[in-house]
């Protein structure tokens, strides 16, 4: 009886060093998978992020281009955080009755083999300069 009970115990300890092994290789192998997993989530986040902030900065560059002709480009800059103000492009587009500043903003790749994409955002407000609309 003893001899049947010591001898499961050694196959299953000469298992369980086998299996440490592959456990280990296992591992290696899905841990890329895991770290592409974490820097996509990370992507969608700062993609989310920038383009919050070219719709903030349309709204702001519209609301001051309507009330001071020519200050919108510069209240849409300061409006975003300075690391993609300098990036910007902001464009203007009026005509009697409106204003409308479109800006585009650069997502940078996070994650290995995605390029740069571009986000737009734009906003309308009504022109409030008297010389165009008159009193």
């Not at 369980?16 to 996509?40: H, K, M, N, T």
């Amino acid at each position: 009886m003893n001899r049947i009970r010591i001898g499961i115990r050694r196959g299953q300890r000469d298992e369980a060093q086998r299996d440490r092994g592959a456990i280990s290789l296992e591992y290696i192998g899905f841990l890329p998978i895991l770290l592409l997993v974490g820097l996509g989530g990370i992507q969608l986040g700062w993609s989310a992020y920038v383009t919050q902030q070219a719709q903030t900065a349309a709204r702001t560059a519209a609301r001051v281009e309507a009330r001071e002709p020519g200050a919108g480009a510069a209240a849409g800059r300061a409006a975003i955080s300075a690391n993609l103000a300098q990036g910007a492009q902001i464009e203007r587009t009026t005509t009697r009755d409106a204003v409308r500043m479109t800006v585009t903003l650069t997502i940078e790749s996070v994650v290995p083999g995605i390029g740069d994409l571009q986000v737009t955002g734009s906003a309308v407000m009504p022109n409030d300069d008297p010389e165009v609309t008159g009193p």
